[in-house]
């Protein structure tokens, strides 16, 4: 697919991040896109600003989809086809994601699963949906979003992410499997799956906000006990990220503070990510790492995969690695 120009897109979680940013960037090359997230209104801000660079032949909708729940992906992906007169879609983009969840042991079973129904679920739904359309189109493309947690499952020492790396594991295990999948059942369809490290998203604010929790400011003493155990405490404290005595307060303005330091402070923006992404389908790769801190990570796991949770072992040779590369 050498050009985007006079295909149409679906990009779920499109209402900021990379999805906002996809559909941007899709948009001014003469994509037409239809662009869908779980809050309505940033998905339609999303709409207007890609409409206003948008190319001549571009069309761009914007609809409320939950993505975790089947019925509203197949309204989702009706309402695609109808309000863009289309019997195919070129191109489907499955970047929906939300963090929470993290620890298996500790964190409710509701949270749990609600990280797991929208970063796999719905990944599995919108394939379910929009394969045949995709079939239609004789040169479709279908692309999942994973994470470097989709080879690595944790976060680092003392910060496990079970929920989120369990299904981002699921997603690039299933784009791999319906590789030979789509070879011999569909070869009108190819798939490619994404794995990007550390992006500038409003995803850490976005979980929250899925997972019903009030911003930091807000929260009750309950919440941040949920958040912040007493474990995570002493391990923020040894990092010299938190003071022994901390307050309540204290514990708030952190969150804030690592909100906004992950939103402003990563080596990537939304829109470099888009923009590898897009290179890579349209290059033809099935396998997008975005970043450079996902191509080091994940040449140390595959260099040593027993060493992968060894992580005085794995950084190391991260370090090392990208010293030598520095020259």
Request: some cysteine; hydrophobic content about 45%; aromatic content about 6%.
């Amino acid at each position: 697919m050498d050009s985007f120009t006079g295909k149409l897109a679906v990009v779920t979680g499109g209402g900021s991040g990379m999805g906002r940013e996809l559909v941007r960037q899709l948009a001014a090359e003469g994509c037409s896109v239809a662009a869908c997230d779980w809050h309505p209104d940033a998905v339609e801000e999303t709409a207007e600003l890609a409409r206003a660079g948008a190319g001549a032949s571009a069309r761009v909708t914007s609809h409320a989809c939950d993505v975790s729940v089947e019925e509203q992906v197949l309204r989702f992906r009706d309402e695609v086809l109808q309000q863009h007169s289309a019997a195919h879609v070129d191109l489907v983009f499955s970047n929906a994601g939300i963090g929470g969840g993290a620890s298996f042991v500790r964190d409710s079973r509701e949270e749990w699963e609600r990280t797991f129904a929208v970063d796999w679920w719905g990944v599995y739904y919108c394939a379910r949906a929009f394969l045949p359309p995709l079939i239609a189109s004789g040169d479709g493309v279908l692309v999942n979003t994973s994470s470097v947690d989709g080879f690595w499952a944790t976060l680092g020492p003392g910060m496990p992410s079970t929920s989120y790396a369990t299904a981002k594991f699921a997603v690039k295990g299933f784009s791999e499997a319906l590789i030979e999948d789509l070879r011999v059942n569909a070869p009108q369809v190819r798939v490619a799956v994404v794995m990007p490290g550390h992006v500038g998203t409003d995803i850490i604010a976005n979980s929250r906000r899925a997972q019903g929790l009030p911003g930091p400011e807000a929260m009750s003493h309950e919440q941040l006990e949920e958040l912040i155990p007493a474990s995570a405490r002493a391990g923020l404290i040894r990092a010299g990220l938190l003071a022994a005595d901390a307050s309540a307060d204290d514990l708030r303005q952190l969150l804030v503070r690592i909100e906004t330091d992950f939103r402003e402070k990563a080596p990537l923006t939304p829109a470099q990510a888009a923009t590898i992404i897009l290179d890579g389908v349209r290059s033809g790769a099935w396998r997008i790492l975005v970043g450079r801190d996902a191509g080091l990570l994940d040449e140390a796991v595959r260099a040593r995969p027993e060493a992968a949770y060894d992580y005085q072992d794995l950084f190391g040779r991260i370090r090392a690695t990208a010293r030598d590369a520095a020259g």
